[in-house]
């Protein structure tokens, strides 16, 4: 029995067009108008609080948005909006849904993301696809603190399943595919631009166990 796991955001999931409009669209929800420098600004501390592991990064950016260009708008207000706004657009990749069905049925598959549990799962089930997966590993679980490609967050995954192989499956060849090979999987890379399931990389992973 081979343990398989999913990255998320562009392997499981993607938004169609700029994530840049779903920020903007954030703003919008909580009567917001902002400018270019909003949204830079909130992508800059963002990321900060992200590689900090502070709890809630999207709290904390927005708060700092509101701290730097003096409005009076709510920072929790606004990450929630954010957060909607990503669940509303999200959409499969297409073809990860046959391919989930049909592993899910001879092996243990598994979400293995850098980001927040909540927000990262949540995208999984927005799709359809979250009780296929038996064991979810995320960076900013406060009992890992780790991103791909580090150590950590592999031996994690490991702990929470007992297989013969591992295999991660990602679109992003650093973390995904050389940070795995690394400590011991398999790797699949896969290509979130694809638009049917006869594309080489989801053929390959739909026959590969």
Known sequence: MAAIFFDVDGTLVRWPGDYGDILADAFERADVDPDADWLTHYDERFFHHFGEFV??????????????????????TLSDALVTAE?????????????????????????????VPEVQFGKVEQIGLLDRF????????????????????????????????????GDDREPDVDGAREHGFETVHVDAATEDLSAPDFRTLATLL
């Open 87 to 115: 669940f509303e657009a999200v959409e499969p990749v297409p073809g990860v849904e046959t391919v989930v069905e049909k592993l899910a049925d001879d092996h243990t598959l598994g979400v293995l993301t850098n980001g």
């Open 55 to 76: 709890e809630d990064p999207y709290y904390r950016a927005f708060a700092d948005v509101c701290d730097r260009f003096e409005t009076d708008a709510d920072p929790r």
């Open 134 to 169: 038996d064991a979810r590993v995320a960076s900013h679980d406060p009992d890992i603190g780790a991103t791909k490609p580090d150590r950590d967050i592999y031996e994690a995954a490991k702990d929470r399943v007992d297989a013969e192989t591992y295999v991660m499956v």
